[in-house]
């Protein structure tokens, strides 16, 4: 951020134009990920809240931002909790908002919120049967975006008409936007076919 301007990548969002900065996200490196986003904008961001790997809550150290410790590689009841807090953040949102959504390895199982008519442990059981026969990321990623309220690109139209900036840090080969994480905030290429 520079004079009121936030930057990224070709953008430049002057900050006073939002209303409300609202941080979401999760991942292995989410923890980091938010303790330098709330290092970088202080009092701009208004909540957040993200979802980081069990056992790691003590090394990061968040005002703003609300961390909330979730299951890897099997998602977790304390997974969906944080999922449903993000949605309810961002519920709301107007053109005024600005949506920060921190994304990195590991989201899709730390980000769970199971479609209407899956329940959690069935989400659990069909992961798990994939992981045992080898499905490779491509696979187990396109399977997760169909179970899933917010993989898939729905985390981003859950937040319109908000502006939504996707922060990602990659551990897919190739980095296929709509693969990582099982891209929340990316358009979905597969099919549920």
Do not use: W
Request: net charge neutral; with cysteine; proline share 4%.
């Amino acid at each position: 951020i520079d004079k009121g301007v936030l930057k990224v990548g070709g953008m430049q969002l002057p900050i006073d134009r939002f209303e409300r900065v609202i941080v979401i996200g999760g991942g292995k490196a989410a923890g980091y990920m938010a303790q330098e986003t709330e290092m970088l904008l202080g009092e701009y961001i208004t909540e957040g809240y993200v979802n980081i790997l069990e056992g790691t809550l003590n090394r990061f150290k968040t005002r703003r931002i609300t961390l909330n410790e979730a299951g890897h590689p099997l998602p977790t009841d304390s997974g969906v909790i944080g999922v449903e807090k993000m949605t309810s953040l961002i519920k709301e949102s107007s053109s005024r908002d600005l949506v920060i959504c921190l994304i990195s390895g590991g989201a899709s199982a730390l980000m769970p919120l199971p479609k209407d008519g899956v329940s959690l442990e069935e989400q659990r059981i069909i992961i798990n049967s994939l992981l045992r026969a080898g499905a490779n990321i491509h696979e187990l990623n396109c399977v997760r975006k169909h179970l899933s309220k917010v993989k898939g690109g729905q985390l981003a139209v859950k937040a319109y008409p908000a502006t939504v900036v996707s922060l990602i840090i990659s551990d897919v080969v190739g980095d296929d936007l709509d693969v990582i994480a099982s891209g929340p905030t990316a358009p979905d290429r597969s099919t549920y076919k």
